[in-house]
């Protein structure tokens, strides 16, 4: 009974020991190398066990990780949270229990592949729900999260997840594998290694020898090795941070005080003669129909500063709302309107309403409309100058279009979406949100992390728009190049701009925007390979 509860404890130990390293990998903590070990003690703990045994331990698992994760979800939901954790855990559950079918020699490539494909379920099925993806811990770490140009976020965690199980297979065979079997394990490994290695060069060729944009960085942009590239074009863009409380969001008493804040900081940005404005999503504080006197209000002060502005309102349509950005040209008139095409489910609308409509006394829940067209807005070079006075370059120069879309709320996290822009023509990307809902925690940095991918994926640059942080200028390389701060160096919770050139140029899609998920077939195939190779070895031992 002693001996037992002791094997009990230890494997309670190495699930919670995995559930923290992965935790600790992701923000706030950042310390992305944990992940690249963080299954390993789960590895062991599951290790020739049943398979009933393998999907509870694992599921423990996910039930810490996710607690950990999203703990900030309480701020909205206390009931939903723990509903939500309790499935998203599930996928922890049924990596463990299919893992154990498999023996060791083809484990290197088919976990990873089961834990990809997983991963991709969870983010389709119900709507889905990718957030905190294994690749995603890997945001800060510049060479490795290139590869997402070819095979998008999936291929960055199926890496960390190889690593995993390299590092487990050797610590493994160290002590319990001896002979020419252990000499054919380490063959395997040596074959895993040399895939990370060319993932790290492939990096390092991206990063240093063959950049796909000039970027800016604390002072002129660098030109020169991309020159070659194709015209380029610089823009500059103004992103406002208004820093609006969610109590303060939707009170009556609070318009006159919300519209003051954009429009200050609107004209302090404006100083630095931006082409572009941008306000975050559903700054407007009203739908916009029924007070249509704030929204000409607006219009009155995109006239007085001569600059387009993009920014995020609620409207209405046929008794219908939607979710939705709007461009006002320099003249004060509505150019382009985008309504979101992906919406939040259980929080801008109720799925199967009428059998679920008691889900309303649960979380807060709106009541939107998804947009149904890809949108692209054209900001025009030189809006507000007359093509007769200007010379025949710079007018060449004024009849070019910049062309972008923009992603709201958690949009980015949904890789096709973006990508589906990019083909349309978009050639950057902008994410206007709201994550006041969270208050001061993680949730605002684990979403930049989705934003990040989109930008290496489709190698276009992304300009984020928050309520309350994080706004700010992400690289086509991944890198954030600037975000909103104070003085102390915050980024959320507090308000202000920031005005940053990004350059503009004439590029390929990348393998991703123009193939998509094609790696998620070839996980597949790996799974069924293993599957096979397997299946033939229990059956010769039969």
């Known amino acids: 009974m002693v001996h037992g509860s002791w094997f009990m404890a230890k494997e309670l130990f190495l699930c919670m020991l ?16 944990l992940a690249w070990v963080g299954f390993v003690p789960l590895f062991f703990a599951i290790e020739n066990k049943s398979k009933a045994r393998a999907f509870f331990l694992s599921y423990i698992t996910g039930i810490i990780f996710w607690t950990g994760t999203i703990y900030w979800l309480i ?3 206390l009931l939903g949270q723990i509903l939500l954790i309790l499935y998203l855990a599930l ?33 389709h099925l119900f709507t889905g729900f990718p957030w905190a993806l294994l690749g995603y811990s890997q945001y800060l770490n510049l060479p490795i999260i290139q590869i997402a140009d070819i095979a998008g976020a999936w291929g960055v965690s199926f890496l960390v997840m190889m690593v995993n199980v390299i590092i487990k297979e050797i610590i493994g065979s160290r002590f319990k ?30 990063l240093y020898l ?12 660098c030109l020169s090795r991309a020159k070659s590239r194709g015209a380029l074009r610089p823009i500059k863009i103004s992103v406002i941070q208004g820093n609006i409380p ?24 404006v100083e630095g003669k931006p082409d572009l404005i941008i306000w975050p999503e559903a700054a407007l504080p009203v739908v916009l129909e029924e007070e249509p006197i704030f929204f000409e209000r607006v219009e009155d002060l995109v006239k007085g500063v001569r600059t387009p502005l993009l920014l995020g309102a609620v409207n209405t349509s046929n008794n219908l709302y939607y979710n939705s950005a709007l461009l006002i040209s320099p003249e004060g008139e509505l150019l382009t309107r985008y309504d979101k095409l992906h919406l939040v489910p259980f929080g801008e609308y109720i799925p199967l309403r009428k059998i679920l409509r008691f889900l309303e006394t649960v979380v807060p829940i709106g009541d939107f409309t998804a947009g149904k067209e890809y949108t692209i807005f054209a900001l025009p070079r030189y809006p507000v100058t007359p093509l007769s006075r200007l010379n025949a370059q710079t007018r060449k120069r004024a009849n070019a279009q910049t062309n972008f879309s923009a992603l ?26 709201n994550d006041a809902w969270f208050s001061k925690t993680s949730s605002p940095y684990q979403h930049l992390q989705a934003s990040v991918f989109r930008a290496v994926e489709n190698r276009v640059n992304l300009v984020r728009a928050a309520n309350t942080g994080i706004s700010g200028f992400i690289a086509p390389s991944g890198k954030i190049i600037f975000l909103v701060q ?3 160096g915050k980024n959320i919770f507090i308000d202000g701009y920031k005005t940053q050139e990004i350059i503009i140029s004439k590029r390929p899609l990348s393998f991703y925007t123009r193939y998509g998920d094609v790696f998620i077939v070839a996980c597949f195939l790996f799974l069924l390979y293993g599957i096979m190779r397997n299946f033939k070895k229990h059956k010769s031992q039969s």
């Open 91 to 123: 996928y922890f559950g049924i990596f463990g229990y299919l893992i154990s079918f498999f023996s060791i020699r083809y484990t290197l490539y088919a976990i990873p592949s089961i834990w990809v494909l997983l991963e991709y379920i969870r983010g």
């Open 18 to 33: 995995s559930a923290i390293l992965l935790i600790i990998s992701f923000p706030n903590f950042n310390l992305w190398i």
């Open 246 to 269: 969610q109590e303060l969001k939707w009170n009556p008493g609070a318009k006159d005080f919300i519209m003051n804040k954009y429009f200050t900081l609107t004209r302090q940005a």
């Open 408 to 433: 709201i709320c958690f949009e980015d996290l949904f890789p096709q979406i973006s990508r589906e822009f990019v083909k349309k023509g978009a050639n950057f990307l902008v994410n206007i949100t």
């Open 75 to 77: 701020h909205v939901t």
């Open 177 to 206: 594998v001896q002979g020419s079997r252990q000499k054919r394990n380490y063959k395997f490994l040596f074959v895993a290694c040399g895939l990370w290695l060319m993932a790290c060069g492939y990096g390092v060729y991206k």
């Open 210 to 221: 063959l950049p796909v944009y000039p970027e800016r960085s604390r002072g002129a942009p």
């Open 486 to 488: 104070d003085e102390k």
